[in-house]
């Protein structure tokens, strides 16, 4: 199994989590070209770095080929990899295969926890309210880090 590393990104902050029935936040996310992975605590530099113990979400994961397939499909040229708010976007794997697995990318270990069940903001961060309905069952992957490494974007 090749996974191909297109994007990373990190935030130092939330935008949406704890922001209900206000606005999102205005924290940046990062294009990074590599991120420390800490196994069992998150990404170094990240808004979930050491969030909570046994953490799901130590890091996310999102499909390229679903972010292609959103855009043409909801006609939305102009959404960006980064609307979606997760860590990595990959290119080559049906994340929801590695759902309760292992799996390994770039001598990294990762256990597969969970969708990334998308929420309403997902309307806001697209600026269209069909992207919450349209992800449900695309989402993304959230993992735990199993081991210490440096995950780097493919050239």
Same mark, same amino acid.
Request: aromatic residues 0%; charged residues 25%.
């Given at each position: 199994m090749m996974i191909r590393v297109r994007h990373i990104f990190i935030s130092p902050g939330h935008n949406y989590r704890g922001h209900h029935g206000g606005p999102p936040g205005d924290h940046?996310? @990062? =294009? @990074?070209?590599? @991120? =420390?992975?800490?196994?069992?605590r998150g990404l170094r530099g990240d808004r979930y770095f050491d969030y909570k113990p046994d953490f799901k979400g130590q890091i996310t994961f999102f499909a390229w080929e679903v972010y292609e397939r959103l855009k043409r499909e909801l006609n939305l040229p102009d959404a960006r990899p980064q609307n979606f708010r997760r860590n990595v976007i990959t290119e080559g794997i049906d994340l929801n295969t590695l759902i309760g697995r292992e799996f390994e990318i770039q001598g990294i270990r990762f256990l597969g926890t969970e969708e990334c069940r998308p929420c309403y903001w997902m309307n806001e961060a697209f600026r269209d309210p069909r992207a919450e309905d349209w992800l449900r069952g695309n989402g993304g992957l959230r993992a735990k880090i199993l081991t210490d490494g440096i995950l780097r974007r493919d050239a």
């Open positions: 940046p996310i @990062v =294009e @990074v070209d590599q @991120v =420390e992975c800490v196994a069992g």
